[in-house]
């Protein structure tokens, strides 16, 4: 897993892995910037049928865009979804999903005037493509 930034480099107490980590008390925190992103790779090729994220309210995404791909191939856009700014669980589901190694989530839009970018929690949801 990658993502786009971290505030103020300090990934011990902002970093990707809190958006994963089932606590409600961490986060990872984006720094400033245009357009922050996350992006996983999977361990087998899959086909996504919904996402789930929680953002903090007033430092959510406007618009998001998910993004897929098989390995060593160009990442396309698989959805579009436009989240409230708030602080509530949000599921976005993706219809008609292609088969995907790799996805990248686009966060674009921030509700924050600096482009940061809060995550509380972060699911992808789907199947191993058969």
Same mark, same amino acid.
């Given at each position: 897993?990658r993502v786009?930034? *971290?505030l103020?480099?300090? @990934?011990k107490?902002? %970093?990707?892995?809190?958006m994963f980590d +089932?606590?409600e !008390?961490? /986060?990872?925190n984006?720094?400033q910037?245009?357009?922050q992103?996350?992006s996983?790779?999977?361990p087998?090729s899959?086909? *996504?049928?919904?996402?789930? @994220?929680?953002?903090q %309210?007033g430092?959510s995404?406007?618009t +998001?865009?998910? !993004?897929? /791909?098989?390995k060593?191939?160009d990442?396309?856009?698989?959805s579009h979804?436009?989240p409230?700014?708030?602080n509530?669980?949000?599921?976005?589901?993706?219809?008609?999903?292609?088969?995907v190694?790799?996805v990248k989530?686009?966060f674009?839009?921030?509700?924050?005037f600096f482009?940061r970018?809060?995550?509380?929690s972060?699911?992808?949801?789907?199947?191993?493509a058969s």
């Open positions: 897993m786009s930034s *971290v103020n480099r300090d @990934v107490q902002y %970093g990707k892995k809190y +089932c606590n !008390e961490t /986060c990872w984006s720094d910037g245009e357009c992103w996350v996983l790779e999977f087998d899959v086909r *996504v049928s919904e996402l789930k @994220v929680q953002f %309210g430092f995404a406007k +998001c865009r998910l !993004e897929g /791909c098989l060593d191939k990442f396309t856009v698989l979804f436009y409230e700014d708030n509530s669980l949000q599921s976005f589901p993706i219809q008609e999903a292609p088969v190694d790799k989530i686009m674009e839009n921030s509700a924050d482009g970018i809060i995550v509380y972060l699911d992808i949801l789907g199947e191993k």
